[in-house]
């Protein structure tokens, strides 16, 4: 039998392009262990199926589903089948908080739920396959259209049947999603967070360039993502640090700094909060960890129909 071929982060992957839209259609390879981003992941499965170990759940798509979950958790495509197509993109929170979608979905998506729909049709496949072309054509009218078509072809989810699927404890009890008001704010924030988080920048700083009290974005920004002004500029500047260590030549030191943290003991303490080991360690372990075992699908927490 032939050895396994694993998928390998690399310097110029989605892990270290957060605050760029990242669109693909390919044949994917399993992965070793867990990555993350600071992106909402969209996946249409073409043909065949794959399955995913969440952060809190497990869950397979099939041919002709699409679904989308939140990329800043730790997750991995763990088990696919051999004619395995997927497309799809990652959308940095600055498009993703555009959306108009249900008021809770928003919400439990940044909590760790997934959303799945099987509402699909051939157009689908064809339309995925385009938006791919189109981002990568260098053509920046194009990559723009690929972005508003993509975005109102995830927004008519809401009108067909979708599940939600279960994710970490209490991602059922989300915060309520974003109102016509908040919206812009959250997308302002993004957008300065985006251009700046490799600097020293605060919550002064972030609501200064939203044009609203500190308090304020503060308050908005954790009731629509449940995460604080912190976590998320700590987590887009881990996710440019994941892809820094897959290149030896580079010192954890260094990786520390150029993504932004002050110190090594603070980057070291929020990497481990998020992956559960040193970074060190993540370096080592992303080359040698064994396959993980399939697990079963996820069960819903909620559905419209």
């Not at 481990?272 to 370096?283: K, N, T, V």
């Amino acid at each position: 039998m032939a050895e396994r071929v694993y998928y390998e982060p690399e310097a110029n992957g989605v892990e270290r392009l957060p605050t760029e839209l990242h669109m693909f259609h390919s044949s994917p390879l399993v992965m070793r262990a867990p990555h993350w981003h600071a992106q909402v992941e969209v996946n249409y499965i073409v043909r065949g199926w794959a399955s995913y170990r969440m952060s809190g759940h497990s869950v397979q798509f099939s041919a002709g589903e699409m679904a989308l979950f939140w990329g800043g958790l730790p997750h991995f495509l763990h088990e696919r089948s051999d004619d395995l197509i997927y497309a799809g993109g990652h959308l940095p929170l600055v498009h993703f908080f555009r959306l108009r979608l249900p008021q809770d979905v928003q919400s439990k998506l940044m909590g760790g739920a997934t959303l799945v729909t099987r509402a699909t049709d051939a157009s689908d496949a064809l339309n995925f396959a385009r938006w791919n072309d189109y981002a990568r054509s260098g053509d920046p009218m194009k990559a723009g259209m690929a972005v508003d078509e993509l975005l109102l072809r995830i927004e008519r989810v809401r009108f067909d049947p979708y599940e939600l699927l279960l994710g970490p404890a209490g991602v059922a009890c989300a915060v309520e999603g974003l109102d016509h008001h908040s919206s812009p704010i959250v997308v302002r924030i993004c957008e300065f967070i985006a251009e700046n988080f490799r600097e020293e920048i605060d919550s002064t700083d972030i609501a200064s360039a939203a044009a609203v009290h500190p308090k304020y974005a503060m308050n908005v920004f954790k009731k629509s993502t449940g995460m604080t002004l912190n976590d998320y500029v700590n987590l887009m500047r881990l996710s440019y640090a994941q892809a820094m260590l897959m290149l030896d030549e580079i010192n954890v030191l260094q990786v520390a700094m150029d993504s932004g943290f002050g110190s090594l003991s603070a980057f070291n303490k929020s990497f481990r909060r998020i992956s559960g080991m040193s970074p060190s360690d993540f370096r080592r372990d992303v080359r040698v960890r064994p396959h993980a075992p399939i697990l079963v699908r996820a069960h819903a927490v909620g559905s419209i129909n």
